[in-house]
């Protein structure tokens, strides 16, 4: 395909905000271990980059993927992996699934805010002993009148230590394990919600990851994306 003048002004548009917001912290984020993640998606927000292909009526700018392709090259500049790692998720990983499943509440109450840059979000999908093997997850979502009552952990959740929800892959019967997981966004300030320390990596520093446990950890249904069984 050829690139037009519009996805070229994105591309300037990217690599101007790594130059000037990114590639000047690099060494110091990665040695902390973490970066200032609500101000720099703030700021990504107020451009319109974490909205790139989302729908205009959530605040997205409803262009096509080859828009995220370019962006996601320029972000490739950057001089360290876990910034760009940390926008990927946000935009790639946990918002997806809301803006091509969710329900208008769902858009409204976390996809608006995590394209506008005034939520961070982080994907939960991976546990101790089911990471390739995803089939093998343990954690369960188990009905309780209009609720879930989650129980179990999720590891190596990037961004997690400061996001505000997760988009999270649960166990919602003991159908087969393809039948059985459906996505539910899970605000991280609900009670019973802990963390392990942040995991101290070798790379991608300045991104955080943390284990997540969750003990009785009780959302309404209505906050699952999709149907019943139609998360894996
Ligand atoms: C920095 C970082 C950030 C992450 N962020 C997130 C996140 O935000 N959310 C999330 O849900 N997860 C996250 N993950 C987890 C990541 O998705 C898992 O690490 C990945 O799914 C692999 O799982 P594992 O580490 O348990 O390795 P394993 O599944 O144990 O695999 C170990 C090795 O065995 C190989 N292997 C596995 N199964 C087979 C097979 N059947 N045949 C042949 N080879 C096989 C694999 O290729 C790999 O080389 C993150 C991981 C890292 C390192």
């Keep these: 395909m050829k690139f037009t003048a519009e996805h070229e002004a994105l591309r300037k548009t ?10 000047p912290h690099c060494d110091e984020w990665e040695e902390a271990g973490e970066f200032p993640i609500h101000d720099i998606f703030k700021k990504l927000g107020n451009l319109g980059l974490l909205g790139i292909q989302k729908p205009e009526e959530y605040g997205g700018m409803g262009l096509d993927y080859s828009y995220n392709l370019v962006a996601a090259e320029e972000l490739g500049t950057a ?36 394209i506008a840059g005034d939520m961070v979000g982080c994907i ?11 089939a093998g997850m343990k954690t369960t979502a188990k009905q309780d009148g209009d609720d879930y009552v989650i129980n179990g952990s999720k590891m190596w959740i990037t961004n ?10 649960a166990n919602t019967s003991d159908d087969k394990p393809h039948k059985n997981k459906s996505l539910i966004v899970v605000p991280m300030n609900t009670p019973g919600i802990s963390f392990s320390p942040h995991l101290n ?13 969750f003990d009785d950890v009780r959302v309404p249904q209505r906050y699952r994306i999709g149907a019943e069984g139609t998360g894996s």
């Design 79 to 114: 001089h360290c992996g876990g910034v760009p790692l940390a926008i990927g998720v946000q935009t790639d990983m946990c918002t997806p699934a809301i803006s091509r499943f969710g329900s208008d509440e769902l858009k409204r109450t976390f996809l608006a805010p995590a």
């Design 201 to 213: 990596k070798l790379g991608m520093r300045s991104s955080e990851t943390a284990q997540i446990f």
């Design 14 to 23: 990217v690599r101007d905000f790594v130059e000037k917001e990114i590639n």
């Design 160 to 169: 997690s230590p400061k996001a505000d929800f997760i988009c999270l892959l």
């Design 124 to 134: 939960g999908v991976s546990e101790v002993a089911a990471g390739s093997d995803v």
